[in-house]
């Protein structure tokens, strides 16, 4: 099992920053690729960000040029710096993770909400 815990998720101006973090605990070392999700009131949730265990990255066309996520495997932690912030990115913000044996874990999700 791994667990899964988000931070840093606040209430910021349109065009603010905000770098959400994620601890993972457990069976952390058999992680392979981790990322981060978010969920708007009815809507799907959908992917924003993923890293892979050798940090190749991927990003959603709507975040690309504004977030960047980065991961600390020493600390098994990934980040999302989210800068130029909108609000359309007003969402729950998920952690996600997956092993090396396909296991899919998720976090309790963090709220970010980008108003004036």
């Known amino acids: 099992q791994v667990q899964l815990v988000e931070s840093g998720g606040d209430l910021v101006q349109p065009g603010g920053s905000l770098r959400l973090s994620c601890v993972a605990s457990?069976?952390?070392?058999?992680?392979?690729?981790m990322g981060w999700f978010r969920q708007a009131p009815g809507k799907e949730r959908e992917l924003v960000a993923g890293?892979?265990?050798?940090?190749?990255?991927n990003y959603a066309d709507s975040v690309k040029g504004r977030f960047t996520i980065s991961r600390d495997n020493a600390k098994n932690t990934v980040y999302l710096q989210m800068n130029s912030l909108k609000p359309e990115d007003t969402a729950v913000y998920y952690c996600?993770?997956?092993?090396?044996?396909?296991?899919?874990?998720w976090g309790q999700g963090t709220q970010v909400t980008v108003s004036s």
């Open positions: 996600h993770a997956v092993t090396t044996r396909f296991q899919v874990f």
């Open positions: 457990g069976n952390s070392f058999s992680l392979n690729s």
């Open positions: 890293i892979t265990s050798s940090s190749r990255t």
